[in-house]
Every structure is written in structure tokens, then in C-alpha cells.
């Protein structure tokens, strides 16, 4: 059976920070994921979607937790075909779009595509990328495009560890589930399965896909009813009960018995309720 990491989709979430989980003296970025580390051994990255990542702390991350922590990093909006304000981008990157370059050119992709590599190349020579999130949106359908970016996608990532989540539903379904974990397995990309609400027209199965021998992610959104139309917040404002919970286990173990490692992460981050579920789910699982 493989390694089962259960952790957050992040640490530095202002909820998170606001509901008092972080004991005093522990305000500082430093001591805060040395204590998040202590307790977890593997954490989502998710500001790296919203602005390109930092070498500078790729360094201090692998600095400040043990050899066998894993972190996981959202790949840039840009990369995953998600809207992307100017204003995200470095300064030299917003000059190239003032010359004429729009976002999508290949000017602009190959830089953000550079830039997003070397920043995140320290946590791959440490050991401790666990794997890079592309997270495509709702409208990435199966389709001819949608598979010419996969394989773009498959191409740029050479060598670093890959998960791939999709948000349209037609992904896993009927054949078509069968048709996406053969092209995934084929590039080498490692499926991400979700927990979340079910009964709407955009609602994915609760399946856990392998598609890779080295890694497996579920990634955990919580059952809000406001998944498809809410705030941000009210999306993922949700706290799992613990048998929720324990009747995702068969399939998790079932999936950590086929790779290397799974990742188990909650992305239901409103004030404590990820860590809380996280703690609740390595007990249910037994992992240390």
C-alpha cells in the first residue's frame, strides 16, 4: 500500500488564520508552517493560481519543513485557460501586453511558462513537490482542443509530478471516463478525484481514478449548496461530518493499494473546518 498524505489546500487561508488554529506567537509565516508541518506532511499551494509563484520561497519552504513534506502547487490561472488579470502578471510580462501581446500568445504563455518553472524547480531538486495542480475550468470539455492541450500540458511538464483536475462532469462519464484515464495514463498525468456536492448539472462523481502509478489526489471541496452559484466563500463553506468521511475510506484505501502516493487534501477551507476535516480523515485512516 502506498503513502496516504492527508492535508489542506492551505495554510495561510485568512479564515484559517482568524479562527484561532494557529496557537500565539505563531503569526509569523516561519513558525506558521513549521507548525503546520508538524501536524500535516503534505500542503496545497493555492495563491500560485493567482499570482505567478516565487523561487524565493520555493527556498524557504523546503527550509522550513522536514525532508518528507510534500507540497503541491496550483498551476498560474494563464496555464489552465482561467481569465487572468494584467495585473497578476510581473511588470515586464504587463509591458509585453501593452506592446499588442494578449494573454494567450505564445510571447506571453512561454514566459509565464519559464517563470512558473524556475520558481517552483527549488521544491522539485529538494524532493518536495508532490505535484503540480492543473485545475482546468468548467468549460474544458472533452474535445480535439482540449486534447491538444493536455499533450502541450504533458510536454511542458516533462519530468515534474502532474495532477490533473477537471471541472465538466462529461470527463467521467459513461465511455467517455474510460477514454479520459487512458489518455491521462498514456501522458503520464495523474488523475484528481473530488468530493462534492452532487445533484447539479455541473456535479463530478465521487470516483477515485488512477491513472498513474506514482500518484493519486482527491481533492476535497466540501457539499455546499452553493457550489454553483455562491460567493467564494459560501461555495466552500462546509464541515464534514466524520461519517462523510469514513465512507470515502474503501475507496481511498483501495487507491493507495495502486500507487506510490496518494494525496487526500480538503479545499473546504472556511475558519478550521479543512484542518479539522483532515485531522478527522487521518484518523479514520490510520496514517501518521
Known sequence: MGDVLVGTCSWTDRALLASGWYPRGHRDAGPRLRYYAERFPVVEVDSSYYALPSRRNSLLWAERTPP????????????????????????????????????????????????FAHAVEPLREAGRLGAVL??????????????????????????????????????WQGEQAGRTAESLSRLGLAAVGVDTVQGLETSL????????????????H?????????????????????????????????????????HVLFNNCCADAAVRAAETMRRILDTR
Do not use: M, N
Open 222 to 262: 466540501g457539499r455546499s449548496p452553493a457550489w454553483g452559484t455562491g460567493s467564494k466563500e459560501d461555495r466552500f463553506r462546509y464541515a464534514y461530518s466524520a461519517p462523510e468521511l469514513a465512507a470515502w475510506a474503501p475507496r481511498l484505501r483501495f487507491a493507495a493499494a495502486r500507487v506510490d502516493e496518494l
Open 68 to 115: 518528507e513534506f510534500r507540497f503541491d502547487i496550483k498551476a498560474f490561472s494563464l496555464l489552465t485557460g482561467h481569465p487572468t488579470r494584467p495585473a497578476a502578471l510581473p511588470e515586464d510580462l504587463r509591458e509585453l501586453l501593452g506592446q499588442g501581446a494578449r494573454h494567450g500568445t505564445p510571447a506571453v504563455l512561454d514566459r509565464v511558462w519559464e517563470r
Open 134 to 171: 492543473f485545475q482546468f475550468p468548467p468549460w474544458f470539455a472533452p474535445g480535439r482542443r482540449a486534447q491538444e492541450s493536455l499533450e502541450e500540458c504533458a510536454g511542458r511538464t516533462a519530468g515534474w509530478p502532474v495532477s490533473v483536475e477537471f471541472r465538466h462532469p462529461a470527463w
Open 205 to 220: 462523481p465521487p470516483l477515485v481514478p488512477v491513472t498513474s502509478p506514482e500518484l493519486a489526489v482527491v481533492r476535497f
